[in-house]
């Protein structure tokens, strides 16, 4: 099936430093979604958009719908601890199935 | 109180076994879906249920049986389990399918692994 190419697969960060990930797809959605799964949990719902070019905050995080409606971006600034999981994004069209993507796992260290 | 509770969280079966996997939500959503987590992380949807009817079936062997006897409820039924089965099911609600229904809320998962 389907997957979202994420990049980059692994991060591994000093508390502080702030983190940017992307995620990519060959066809075009009208929704993009980012999840964060911590170890042995479900995903949880961080950041919806739901039109291109839309930047939307949730506390330190920033995600951004891209232009070309193909790319969506996440950013974490100033990481804490808290912050360590896999970052998930999921892209949408009309009434298609959610497709996600590969995962960005983030480690942040002390 | 857990807005999409999914039992049990751990099974460890052996080959050939049946099992099933039972998952609630109390957020009042009409759509309701599993998925599967390989061990590489990798997010599959399995079905979708929308008010009790399926509207997505992947490609999934029929030896999955999904049922949902009421929008709050969709239990996964696996029959004659393989190794490859072995992975953690998640189970989904969402407010409506399609884009208006984009936001999950997961359960904690479900890891099954078979002996």
């Known amino acids: 099936g389907q997957q979202l190419n994420q990049s980059p697969q692994s991060m591994f960060i000093q508390e502080g430093e702030d983190v940017s990930m992307n995620c990519t797809s060959s066809?075009?959605?009208?929704?993009w979604l980012w999840y964060k799964q911590e170890p042995g949990e479900g995903p949880v719902l961080l950041i919806a958009?739901?039109?291109?070019?839309e930047l939307t905050s949730n506390g330190r995080l920033t995600a951004q719908f891209g232009i070309t409606r193909k790319d969506s971006f996440l950013n974490i600034s100033a990481s804490i601890p808290s912050d360590v999981g896999i970052y998930f994004c999921?892209?949408?069209?009309?009434?298609?199935?959610?497709?996600f993507g590969t995962g960005t796992r983030l480690q942040v260290f002390p | 109180d857990t807005a999409v509770s999914q039992t049990p969280k751990y099974l460890v079966t052996q080959m050939g076994n049946d099992k099933s996997i039972k998952c609630e939500q109390n957020?009042?959503?009409?759509?309701m879906y599993w998925y599967k987590q390989d061990s590489k992380k990798f997010l599959k949807i399995m079905f979708s249920?929308?008010?009790?009817?399926?509207?997505i079936n992947e490609t999934v062997p029929n030896r999955f049986s999904p049922k949902s006897p009421d929008k709050a409820h969709l239990n996964l039924h696996i029959n004659s389990l393989e190794l490859g089965d072995s992975a953690v099911y998640f189970c989904?609600?969402?407010?409506?399918?399609?884009?208006?229904?984009?936001?999950?809320?997961f359960g904690e998962g479900s890891r099954l692994t078979v002996l």
């Open positions: 957020l009042g959503h009409d759509t």
């Open positions: 066809s075009i959605f009208n929704t």
């Open positions: 958009l739901y039109k291109a070019g």
């Open positions: 989904a609600s969402s407010q409506a399918p399609g884009i208006s229904g984009r936001e999950l809320f």
């Open positions: 249920y929308n008010n009790k009817e399926l509207i």
């Open positions: 999921a892209g949408g069209y009309n009434t298609d199935k959610l497709i």
